[in-house]
């Protein structure tokens, strides 16, 4: 399904991606997994601009169960 919108990509090295990192490790104990889902997601870029250019942070949240 194609939807028209354009993609969104962020730089993970952005200091606020490695502040949201840190944060993960700090409260699960574990570094997270970096992925590029939600790209697909048009809103996000169009949040990102119409906010002066802040940097727009995805983060999905899942539990592992063993």
């Not at 090295?13 to 409260?27: E, I, M, Q, W």
Request: charge should be negative.
């Amino acid at each position: 399904m194609y939807h028209g919108g354009r993609a969104w990509l962020s730089d993970p090295d952005d200091p606020n991606y490695l502040a949201g990192r840190k944060a993960t490790k700090h409260v699960y104990g574990v570094d997270p997994d970096l992925t590029r889902e939600g790209g697909s997601i048009p809103v996000t870029l169009t949040l990102q601009v119409e906010l002066l250019y802040l940097v727009s942070l995805l983060c999905p949240q899942s539990l592992y169960f063993s």
